[in-house]
């Protein structure tokens, strides 16, 4: 009994963790939790969980840290790219819709957008953390929906 319990936890610290990995966050974590035995549900909290963990740190942190990095030789450069890629991939759409873009960067389940993009712009666009979290989390939803819709679609498909 003990070691099943110890089983179902490190999936669902796999599940978790890998939500929190930016590019995969919760679009690969749902089918990596599906495949591990998981109900598609459980995998969805589970995989919605570990992709917000981040977003508090990204959106208080990112301007300092980025402000911090632009001041040193080394790294002046590559915090411009960052920046540049970010904000030319998202801000438009953020600046135009405000909240509602913020949302739509999120909820949109494609490469380029997710929490740490949606997140990064927010930050990057001085977007207050009141209306950047929420908007942020009600995307992620959304995207979580439709991942797990397709993500168990999929595997009921695969494997009979």
Known sequence: MLKELLDLLSIELTVILTATIPIIELRGAIPVGISLGLSPFHATVLSFIGSMIPVPFILFTTRPFFNYLKKTRMFRRLVHKLTDRSLNNNAGKIQKYGVWGLILVVAVP??????????LAAALLD??????????????LIAAAAVMILSHGVVRMIVP
Do not use: E
Request: net charge positive; proline share 8%; no cysteine.
């Open 110 to 119: 494609l490469p380029g957008t997710g929490v740490w993009s949606g997140s």
């Open 127 to 140: 977007m207050r953390f009141k209306w950047a979290f929420p908007a942020i989390l009600v995307g992620n």
